[in-house]
């Protein structure tokens, strides 16, 4: 809602996490409070799709599954949710090939000059996929502690335990 001017991909592990994460955004979208909160921030009125649709702002959200279509498609905030799937597949090293193959020629090159990546996963036993990620952009570990006093935190101190961590960016 405060970038309305920003486009949104949620990459899932499957797709209809995907079609949900794009539903449960959509709703909240179209809800009266976010309506009057963010006035700049609503979907087109021919945008109908539950898992791609325009904002009034000229900017898109799509959710997809992380081997889905998104030629063309750019995100100032890519969402990464949970593409490890357990601990079979943590330790499969073909899965483990075709997550980042998928991740370096589909979705780094769809992120934004100056876009955020956020990764919401998982650690599996035997998870290589999320440290490689997390050492190729300097992110750490948020443990569940840290993750409890963020959500109690002032916007100024979720902001510092933000750029600490690295979580996005």
């Known amino acids: ?17 995907a079609v949900g994460f794009g539903r449960k955004t959509r709703n ?3 809800s009266p409070l976010h309506t009057a909160l963010f006035p700049k921030c609503q979907i087109e009125w021919d945008s109908l799709a539950k898992a791609d649709f325009s904002l009034t702002e000229g900017v898109h959200y799509y959710a997809m599954w992380y081997d ?3 030629t063309g498609k750019g995100a100032h ?11 079979k597949d943590a330790q499969s090293e073909p899965a483990e090939a075709t997550r980042r193959e998928i ?22 036993p035997g998870d290589i996929f999320t440290g490689w990620l997390m050492e190729k952009f300097g992110a750490q570990d948020i443990t569940r502690a840290e993750l409890q006093q963020w959500r109690r935190s002032t916007p100024a101190d979720a ?10 960016g």
Request: hydrophobic letters at 50%; glycine letters at 8%; aromatic letters at 6%.
């Open 77 to 87: 905030l890519m969402i990464m949710d949970d593409w490890v799937k357990s601990t």
């Open 68 to 70: 889905g279509q998104i």
């Open 28 to 30: 909240l979208l179209e």
């Open 159 to 168: 902001n510092a335990a933000v750029s600490k961590h690295g979580i996005v």
């Open 103 to 124: 991740f370096n020629s589909v979705i780094f090159p769809r992120l934004e000059p100056g876009g955020k990546l956020l990764l919401v996963m998982t650690k599996w």
């Open 1 to 17: 809602g405060q970038h309305p001017e920003q486009s949104v991909i949620v990459v899932s592990a499957a797709s209809d996490l």
